[in-house]
């Protein structure tokens, strides 16, 4: 099946979505710091996962470093949050 890698990756990218909504909206009720940071890591997930949409759909381009570029950021930000918020 040549769509299900689409379909999966499609999937994946509408649940980082609904993370990060969720995130969102739980920050902007309580405004937790912690939950805005790990939004923002859910956003950079959310672009990651476009990408690797975008990445399989043009298959004579490699985008893989340019794509793990959000995901990194994401990742970084969790971090940096976590580090901030525990001193």
């Not at 499609?10 to 969720?22: E, G, H, Y």
């Not at 672009?47 to 794509?67: C, F, G």
């Amino acid at each position: 099946m040549p769509g299900l890698p689409i379909i999966v990756y499609s999937l994946t990218a509408a649940t980082s979505i609904f993370c990060f909504v969720m995130l969102l909206r739980g920050y902007r009720r309580t405004r937790v710091k912690l939950l805005f940071w790990t939004c923002w890591c859910f956003a950079g997930i959310t672009v990651n996962a476009i990408m690797v949409i975008v990445n399989h759909s043009v298959p004579d381009r490699d985008l893989s470093a340019i794509q793990a570029a959000p995901a990194l950021l994401g990742a970084l930000a969790l971090v940096y949050g976590m580090i901030r918020e525990n001193t």
